[in-house]
């Protein structure tokens, strides 16, 4: 799909990155097209699943979940399987802000929020509980946020174009 991306799609979804509710009109102006063209794009790259989802970034302090884990997951070797039912089972928890299956010393890495150690060790204790083929969880404690984002780079031009 990326192929679909002109320099006007590029731009746009830059802007859009930032403010979701940048008005049409503000974006055609910053990119060179009118607003209604505008509009078609947008509509566009979200029935064509560029842009997945528009969402309201919250302040975790502000809703009393202020602590941050990065766990690493360890699966029992030959056991691979157990990854299908590990995510199916994670998409439904909302502390587990994210999960990567990754290469390494471990097999999978989750962001997790939590409100405190002990809810954390509460979710982990459940991970363990519902994934017995889950070997060992290491945990990593967020001391301070340097930088918290989904922006990607968009480039305004790409060879080819």
């Known amino acids: 799909m990326p192929d679909a991306l002109d320099g006007f799609d590029r731009k746009i979804l830059q802007l859009v990155q930032r403010d979701c509710h940048m008005k049409a009109e503000l974006i055609a102006e910053a ?4 607003a209604s063209a505008v509009q078609r794009r947008l509509k566009r790259m979200r029935t064509d ?8 970034v919250v302040d975790r302090k502000a809703i009393g979940r202020p602590m941050t884990f990065v766990a690493g997951l360890e699966i029992e070797r ?3 399987s157990a990854l299908a039912k590990f995510r199916a089972w994670a998409d439904k928890q909302d502390e587990i802000q994210q999960a990567y299956y990754v290469t390494g010393s ?3 890495i989750l962001i997790i929020s939590a409100e405190d150690v002990e809810a954390y060790d509460a ?7 519902h994934h017995p083929q889950i070997r060992r969880i290491n ?8 930088k918290l984002g989904l922006f990607l780079p968009v480039e305004s031009e790409v060879p080819g174009d």
């Open 139 to 146: 945990t990593n404690v967020v001391l301070n946020v340097l």
């Open 78 to 80: 030959e056991n691979y």
């Open 31 to 34: 990119v060179g097209l009118s």
């Open 123 to 129: 979710i982990s204790a459940s991970i363990m509980m």
């Open 106 to 108: 471990t097999d999978i």
């Open 49 to 56: 699943k560029i842009i997945t989802a528009e969402i309201a």
